[in-house]
């Protein structure tokens, strides 16, 4: 069986009279109602169109089967009664709209077998074929257009956030020579992650905001780090832009975000993995207590540098 109802202790008392069965003449009633109970959902519909198609329900309806009623002149029928309505439409009209999801589509096509309705069961089986023909993407990462969109995603996501924000058209300053390879690894990196842990985090990219690079960390709502990729060298003659690749602050970070999951379970191999960077703060974060929880973590990639790694003014 595949309903999980007892119609029995449902419907009836425990110390009650039993459901009787009966044999159901019903070429006498024609377009009148009669009510079905099937696995604890309540339906009206008439014998015309129980009786419309040779399945099983007509072999119910036209007295070739007995029904089980209860007292009050429900007749039980014990299966699901998730799908017995679209059973019913189909019954009525010949045709539906299946279910979008796979696994209910194979929930109707069993109801549909044991009720012997050949015709949507043929339905289902073409369907759930298309569905298996068709490419269905692994996971799916959106992009920002608008910073209302950015903020509404965050919000509703029940998930941690990982964003990466590149904007390569941003070239006030020239680039230098691995700036695009590294802008590259991050693209590559971003992908990566996505995969990895899709279904726990909710990746966005980001393609119109004014920095270079950045990615962004969040958790329940909440911006956790940042870590921008981008630096200004002053070379001898003119100022460049270079884009790093901070790959291990990258994993860290996002790390540490998967400890923000939706319900929180501890999770030994990501606090072990995480306390190095916490090992380290200093003596006066950790007085600061529960304080820290509301501070952005921003690390930002040698911001300033120069090729000779001489300070400026030198």
């Known amino acids: 069986?595949?309903?999980?109802?007892?119609?029995?202790?449902?419907?009836?008392?425990?110390?009650?009279?039993?459901?009787?069965?009966?044999?159901?003449?019903?070429?006498?009633?024609?377009?009148?109602?009669?009510?079905?109970n099937v696995g604890g959902s309540l339906y009206y519909t008439t014998v015309q169109v129980l009786t419309r198609h040779d399945t099983m329900l007509k072999a119910m309806f036209s007295g070739r089967m007995e029904v089980l009623t209860d007292k009050e002149g429900w007749i039980l029928i014990d299966r699901c009664g998730k799908h017995f309505g679209t059973i019913l439409n189909y019954l009525r009209d010949d045709t539906i709209a299946?279910?979008?999801?796979?696994?209910?589509?194979?929930?109707?096509?069993?109801?549909?077998?044991?009720?012997?309705?050949?015709g949507l069961v043929d339905m289902c089986q073409a369907a759930l074929q298309d569905k298996k023909d068709s490419y269905e993407p692994v996971c799916s990462?959106?992009?920002?257009?608008?910073?209302?969109?950015?903020?509404?995603?965050?919000?509703?996501?029940?998930?941690?956030?990982?964003?990466?924000?590149?904007?390569?058209?941003?070239?006030?300053?020239?680039?230098?020579?691995?700036?695009?390879?590294?802008?590259?690894k991050n693209i590559e990196l971003f992908d990566k992650l996505s995969l990895r842990f899709n279904g726990r985090v909710l990746f966005i990219k980001d393609v119109i905001g004014d920095e270079i690079c950045c990615w962004s960390f969040y958790g329940q709502g909440r911006k956790l780090a940042e870590v921008c990729c981008t630096s200004i060298v002053y070379a001898t003659e003119k100022k460049q832009t270079k884009v790093e690749f901070p790959e291990a602050r990258i994993y860290e970070e996002t790390?540490?975000?998967?400890?923000?999951?939706?319900?929180?379970?501890?999770?030994?191999?990501?606090?072990?993995?995480?306390?190095r960077s916490r090992s380290q703060a200093?003596?006066?974060?950790?007085?600061?207590?529960?304080?820290?929880?509301?501070?952005?973590?921003?690390?930002?990639?040698?911001?300033?540098?120069?090729?000779?790694?001489?300070?400026?003014?030198?």
Do not use: W
């Open 98 to 118: 299946l279910p979008k999801h796979r696994q209910e589509i194979k929930e109707l096509m069993a109801e549909a077998k044991y009720y012997l309705i050949q």
């Open 141 to 184: 990462i959106p992009i920002i257009t608008s910073p209302k969109e950015e903020e509404r995603l965050i919000e509703s996501s029940m998930k941690p956030v990982v964003k990466l924000l590149y904007n390569r058209s941003n070239n006030k300053y020239s680039y230098t020579s691995n700036s695009d390879d590294n802008l590259l």
């Open 1 to 36: 069986m595949s309903g999980d109802t007892c119609l029995t202790t449902t419907l009836c008392p425990a110390a009650g009279p039993k459901p009787k069965t009966c044999s159901f003449k019903g070429g006498s009633l024609g377009n009148k109602y009669v009510r079905l």
């Open 282 to 314: 200093s003596h006066s974060e950790d007085d600061e207590g529960f304080e820290l929880r509301d501070r952005v973590r921003r690390i930002h990639v040698k911001r300033y540098s120069t090729y000779d790694d001489r300070q400026l003014g030198h």
């Open 255 to 275: 790390l540490n975000v998967l400890l923000y999951e939706t319900p929180r379970v501890p999770d030994n191999s990501l606090l072990e993995a995480t306390s």
